[in-house]
């Protein structure tokens, strides 16, 4: 484990700040507020005092305690060479986000959030989610903070991911589970501006993504930014140079606005964002909203979005369902646009597959979230032949989050265990790779674990080692 | 000339307030909502808020989003809204659009501007658009001679009153209370309170009041110190309810003696 010498908390949020959003909330074309009126006092007064507590020490340093005795920041970086072999030749380095207490990136911004919501005297916590990490995060912040808390998830995906569902309601949040529109994230965030809209005297959004109205996006870069403030030393001090690469996946765009801030002026780092391609972009069944949209407004915000030519939001689909959602974040769309970074779609098939070979090589059971920015790394070595001029490529990996939530998914997706037919729609994806090859990361002397499963049941992992 | 200021003022000259319903362009289907609306017209409406469906209207309640998503579903785009405005406007009334913004923009804030004119549109209202974001849609709606109707809401600054007003034409849309469109029992105290501060950075712009009007009684209520009374839950629950055109006649009939300050028989 490195523990680097990070910036000290003072830098943690003012350093090399991008010059944008300006001061009403643009980043270039995109962003600003799409929002009824009644919600713009709400929105001043959480810009008015997210400026001023992010250079109050009192504050920074209650953030930074947090971070590290809570959450355990800083998160360490992981070597995963065997995972590696798979890549082309390049190496690969987890940033371990997934170690994080609660298990994913998402408490970053959720305890800078917490903290807002008591200076601003609000007793009540609201939150949309999608895998439940974001949900998860915010009641278990409100749990620590003595805040009542109300959590908004589609009902699809409290199917999809009903372990969180559950660590929610044992944190002491009440789920709602939301029937309209499609039943995911893109409605579960409709119904929170609902609640906020009609509550907003006690009541302050935890906005779980880099999207939606100023001043969120901003405000959540800047507490992820500290994934890449850190991965950024960490990689300096234990390599002696920067990554030629960091990717990371792009549902909203969180995580991936975290690692990739600190890298932003660095301008011989690729930043690569991964997408949800589900089916595949060309199929029309996918999640991934830069790879295969237009800009337009959602929630709250200009940037690229799935559409129809109506101008009606396009349900998205991925396996993934932090991934399932038909917009992005306003700063992700421009950096698309300015070319400072690229982003690429993976579909659920690669992303299985390079989750299955993490587990398999390297003993790490990844977020399918974030196994799409395993499968990009995959992809991206391997077009670079593992290197960069002529030097091995580095490539720096954001592991999001962890798998735990995705063993229901991953096991019906790969034939494992006792389950009976996906009958959801949702889990079509799920059904079509049923008992598929898990791909190419099965070691040839794996094999399963004595009882686990039946014999017939786990036949993917031996006889997958073929192409490895 | 600002059709809605013209049609609301003529109101007012009656001693009475402007009766402004809103129907969404295809529930049922599009020609059964444009005969819902021709029938509001015939009953008493002055102004038509002619509704484009979209997939996340983030600022209605269930009613509305149980009518407007078989619309979206049924792919109604903004030709049918066209159409529905035409109709209006034929029927005698003042058709204004009200559209998230999202659909405009992908129509086209030039070409929506243009067709909206042509097709006798009054302007637009557009609930999740501020001011400050647009520029464009004030430009093209200048140009075309449209009203555009921005919204104020209880926790809107003096400050915001007054800018917000000042990017109106036609009248303002002063929502009654927190929260999103559906009926409710008893209109909010906070809508008069609201108009007041509104009339007071703005005396000559007209001030309607939206969310939670359903019946002629809070009709002649808000008629009491509003220029105009806007119902929209209550009349998509005649047409959820399947009460058809008729329904929609009947609860017309009524709000129309409301903002004449009368109670229905």
């Known amino acids: 484990m490195t523990t680097s010498a990070v910036s000290p908390p003072m830098d943690r949020l003012e350093p090399a700040r991008p010059s944008w959003p300006d001061a009403t909330g643009h980043f270039g074309v995109f962003g600003g507020r799409f929002v009824p009126e009644a ?109 009542s808390c109300t959590v908004y998830m589609g009902e699809e995906d409290t199917r999809r991911q009903a372990l969180n569902v559950a660590r929610m309601r044992l944190l002491g949040a009440e789920v709602i589970p939301v029937t309209t529109g499609s039943r995911t994230l893109k409605d579960a965030i409709n119904e929170a501006f609902r609640d906020w809209v009609t509550n907003v005297e006690t009541t302050n959004y935890v906005f779980g993504t880099v999207a939606g109205p100023h001043p969120f996006p901003e405000m959540v870069r800047d507490f992820q930014r500290v994934i890449g403030d850190e991965a950024r030393a960490q990689v300096l001090e234990r390599e002696g140079r920067l990554p030629d690469a960091v990717l990371a996946c792009v549902g909203g765009g969180s995580n991936a606005i975290g690692v990739f801030t600190a890298f932003v002026p660095d301008e011989g780092v690729r930043l690569v964002g991964l997408e949800a391609g589900g089916d595949g972009v060309d199929t029309g069944r996918h999640a991934a909203t830069i790879t295969g949209g237009t800009p337009g407004v959602l929630h709250g915000a200009r940037s690229y979005l799935l559409q129809d030519e109506n101008g009606q939001t396009i349900e998205s689909h991925s396996i993934s369902a932090g991934l399932d959602y038909p917009g992005v974040g306003p700063e992700h769309s421009h950096l698309h646009d300015i070319g400072r970074a690229e982003y690429r779609a993976v579909t659920d098939a690669e992303a299985m597959e390079a989750f299955a070979l993490l587990c398999r090589t390297e003993g790490i059971i990844p977020a399918i979230e974030s196994a799409h920015a395993l499968a990009g790394a995959m992809e991206l070595g391997r077009e670079l032949a593992g290197r960069v001029e002529d030097r091995q490529a580095l490539l720096l990996v954001n592991l999001s989050g962890r798998g735990d939530k995705d063993v229901e998914t991953a096991s019906r997706w790969f034939g494992l265990g006792e389950h009976g037919a996906p009958t959801d729609e949702d889990d079509r994806a799920v059904e079509a790779g049923r008992g598929a090859d898990p791909g190419p990361g099965l070691d040839t002397d794996q094999q399963p674990t004595e009882g686990a499963v039946s014999n017939d049941q786990a036949v993917a992992g031996q006889d997958a080692g073929g192409t490895a | 000339m600002s059709l809605l200021a013209t049609t609301i003022g003529a109101a007012r000259a009656e001693g009475r307030a402007a009766l402004i319903a809103y129907l969404p362009v295809g529930y049922p289907d599009v020609d059964a909502s444009i005969a819902a609306m021709v029938g509001a017209v015939e009953t008493g409406a002055d102004v038509i808020e002619v509704g484009v469906p979209y997939s996340d209207p983030g600022m209605d309640g269930p009613v509305i989003q149980q009518a407007v998503d078989p619309a979206v579903r049924a792919g109604v785009g903004m030709r049918d809204v066209l159409r529905a405005v035409e109709a209006v406007a034929a029927a005698g009334a003042v058709p204004v659009v009200m559209s998230y913004w999202n659909p405009v923009e992908r129509y086209g804030v030039q070409r929506f501007a243009t067709d909206l004119a042509a097709a006798g549109g009054a302007g637009a209202i557009t609930p999740d658009l501020i001011p400050e974001e647009a520029g464009e849609w004030l430009a093209a709606a200048e140009a075309a001679d449209l009203d555009r109707v921005f919204l104020v809401a209880p926790s809107s600054t003096d400050a915001r009153l007054r800018s917000t007003t000042a990017a ?51 009709a002649a209520e808000v008629a009491s110190f509003a220029d105009g009374v806007i119902v929209g839950s209550a009349y998509v629950r005649q047409l959820l309810d399947g009460a058809g055109p008729a329904g929609v006649r009947a609860l017309s009939a009524q709000l129309a003696e409301g903002v004449r300050g009368g109670m229905p028989a």
Do not use: W
């Open chain 1, 39 to 147: 919600l713009i006092a709400a929105l001043d007064e959480l810009t008015e005092a997210y400026r001023a507590m992010r250079v109050d020490p009192a504050f920074l340093e209650e953030f930074a305690r947090l971070q590290r005795d809570y959450t355990g920041r800083p998160s360490p970086i992981t070597e995963v060479p065997r995972f590696a072999e798979h890549a082309g030749g390049a190496r690969v380095l987890l940033k371990r986000e997934d170690l994080n207490h609660t298990g994913s990136h998402k408490i970053n911004n959720v305890l800078g959030q917490a903290l807002l919501t008591k200076r601003i005297g609000k007793q009540r916590v609201i939150a949309e989610t999608g895998a439940g990490q974001h949900g998860v995060a915010t009641a278990t912040a409100a749990a620590l903070m003595g805040l």
């Open chain 2, 168 to 218: 109106c034409r036609g009248f303002v849309y002063a929502a009654s209370t927190m929260g999103t469109t559906g009926t409710r029992a008893a209109v909010s105290d906070t809508a008069e309170a609201l108009v007041t501060r509104t009339r007071a950075v703005a005396p000559d712009l007209s001030v309607c009041v939206g969310l939670g009007v359903s019946n002629a009684e809070q």
